[in-house]
C-alpha cells in the first residue's frame, strides 16, 4: 500500500506524517522506518522507528531512492512501513517522472508486504490523475 500526503511547503504535512507513525508503532508487528533528508525530527520519533538521513546516501534521482529502498528491504524482512518525509528535498526531482517512482514503490510494497507512506511539497493539483487516489 502506497499513500502520499501532498502540500504547499508549511500546510502541516510532516505533523500528520510523525502523527502517522505514532500509529505504526502502537499498531506494527514489524520494524518502522522514517527516511528524511536531515536528523530534524530525531527527537519527534518514538525511539522504536529507525531513523534514515537519506541526504547521506547522495540519492539524486527517482531510479536511485527506488535502489536505496530496495536494498533496505532486502536487508530487513521484518520492515512493515516506510515514511518518506519531504520526496523532493531528498531527491533533486519534482513531479515529472512521479508516477513511475510510485510503480516502483507499489513493486516494493507488493513484493515485501510494506506500507508506503510520503510527503511530497506540492499542490494536491499538480499531482498526476493517474496517482491522484493515493492521496489521504
Given at each position: 500500500m502506497v499513500k502520499l500526503i501532498v502540500g504547499k511547503k508549511g500546510t502541516g504535512?510532516?505533523?500528520i506524517l510523525l502523527d502517522t507513525v505514532d500509529k505504526a508503532v502502537a499498531n506494527a508487528h514489524g520494524n518502522i522506518v522514517f527516511i528524511g533528508?536531515?536528523?530534524d525530527h530525531l527527537h519527534n520519533l518514538n525511539r522504536e522507528v529507525r531513523l534514515i538521513n537519506a541526504k547521506e546516501y547522495g540519492i539524486l534521482t527517482y531510479r536511485e531512492f527506488i535502489c536505496f529502498l530496495k536494498g533496505a528491504t532486502s536487508q530487513n524482512y521484518d520492515i512493515t512501513h516506510i515514511f518518506v518525509d519531504g520526496l523532493f528535498k531528498i531527491i533533486d526531482a519534482k513531479i515529472d517522472g512521479i508516477?513511475?517512482?510510485i510503480d516502483g514503490i507499489k513493486d516494493i510494497s507488493a513484493k515485501s508486504n510494506i506500507e508506503f507512506t510520503l510527503s511530497l511539497s506540492a499542490d494536491a493539483s499538480e499531482i498526476p490523475e493517474g496517482i491522484k487516489d493515493l492521496i489521504v
Open positions: 504535512k510532516t505533523k533528508a536531515n536528523f508516477e513511475e517512482f
